[in-house]
């Protein structure tokens, strides 16, 4: 079944550049249980175990990692249940992974992980959607100490994890921007999404179809970064899918008003955002 909240805009896969190809398909495969779904010399797709593709690496052995710059702060899996990420706890515990921080959100649970190459990652599970609002029927988001012991044994006696379980999807994305209002208009504005959460300090969160985010943006670095630069390590680009043509045209419409880049592909379009981040639009198929 598909999940409710990805069936408008939705952030469906993501390409990466990493220093060494080896070292990082060892870790998404083999640590994090990436399904190989298309593999070359210095390049490969990644998946789930039902074939959905959400991350490309691709080698620069020649580009360096830059601390501070606008772009990604982390990609977001999210696995289909509690239990299925109570599962991948055992398993984080099992193989020793390094985990960078771990939160309960409210509106979902989730643990953080850096790749070699110092791209975050964030592996997660929503809590139901009745459990997303206050009394006042707001969306709250918080940041609390995740429930270790819950977890564990939510996924205790379950087969061991190897693979992303079916169901597995990208979730989100979330980006270091250099100036929040600049980056709200665009993706407001041009892209269609709506503001969810507002109350984090420097940050924003914003959806279609009601969910909690499918992207955040936030000015943690400070403001004013560098833009995105093409090459170094780090987010390569990011595909927006949309559920329907209309949507789609609108963004178009609305890129070529607000002097936005666009250019035309095959099997889409791509524009960059106000901090050169590289975004493939395309229509679901």
């Known amino acids: 079944m598909?999940?409710?909240?990805?069936?408008?805009?939705h952030v469906s896969f993501i390409s990466i550049n990493v220093s060494s190809f080896v070292q990082s398909f060892n870790y998404?495969?083999?640590?994090?249980g990436?399904?190989?779904?298309?593999k070359s010399e210095h390049s490969c797709i990644f998946g789930t175990s039902d074939f959905t593709p959400i991350l490309e690496i691709v080698e620069q052995p020649s580009?360096?990692?830059?601390k501070r710059q606008a772009g990604l702060y982390h990609f977001a899996i999210l696995l289909p249940s509690r239990e299925e990420l109570g599962r991948f706890l055992h398993h984080l515990i099992k193989r020793q992974i390094p985990v960078s921080g771990a939160a309960d959100h409210g509106v979902s649970?989730?643990?953080?992980?850096?790749?070699?190459?110092?791209?975050?990652?964030?592996?997660?599970?929503?809590?139901?959607?009745?459990?997303?609002?206050?009394?006042?029927?707001?969306?709250?988001?918080?940041?609390?100490?995740?429930?270790?012991?819950?977890?564990?044994?939510?996924?205790?006696?379950l087969e061991e994890f190897t693979t992303l379980p079916s169901g597995t999807i990208l979730g989100h994305l979330h980006l270091y921007v250099s100036n929040l209002e600049k980056s709200r208009e665009f993706y407001e504005a041009a892209?269609?999404?709506?503001?969810?959460?507002?109350?984090f300090p420097g940050a924003l969160f914003l959806s279609s179809e009601g969910y909690h985010h499918h992207l955040g943006l936030n000015t943690w670095l400070g403001k004013n970064l560098p833009k995105r630069n093409k090459t170094t390590l780090?987010?390569?680009?990011?595909?927006?899918?949309?559920?329907?043509?209309?949507?789609l045209s609108k963004t178009l419409?609305?890129?070529?008003?607000?002097h936005y880049p666009l250019e035309e592909l095959q099997d889409g379009y791509r524009t960059v955002d106000p901090d050169n981040n590289s975004i493939k639009l395309v229509l679901q198929a």
Not at 34 to 38: A, I, Q, R
Not at 234 to 247: A, I, P, R, V
Request: hydrophobic residues 35%.
């Open 2 to 9: 598909q999940n409710p909240f990805m069936l408008g805009t």
């Open 234 to 247: 780090g987010m390569n680009q990011y595909t927006l899918t949309y559920s329907k043509c209309e949507h």
């Open 109 to 157: 649970e989730a643990f953080y992980l850096q790749d070699p190459d110092h791209n975050g990652i964030e592996v997660y599970a929503d809590r139901s959607h009745s459990l997303w609002f206050n009394e006042f029927q707001e969306m709250t988001m918080t940041t609390k100490e995740i429930d270790y012991t819950g977890l564990y044994y939510a996924g205790e006696g």
């Open 253 to 258: 419409l609305h890129l070529k008003e607000l």
């Open 28 to 32: 998404y495969h083999h640590d994090l």
């Open 191 to 199: 892209i269609g999404f709506n503001a969810t959460v507002e109350t």
């Open 34 to 38: 990436f399904t190989v779904l298309e």
């Open 63 to 66: 580009f360096a990692y830059q």
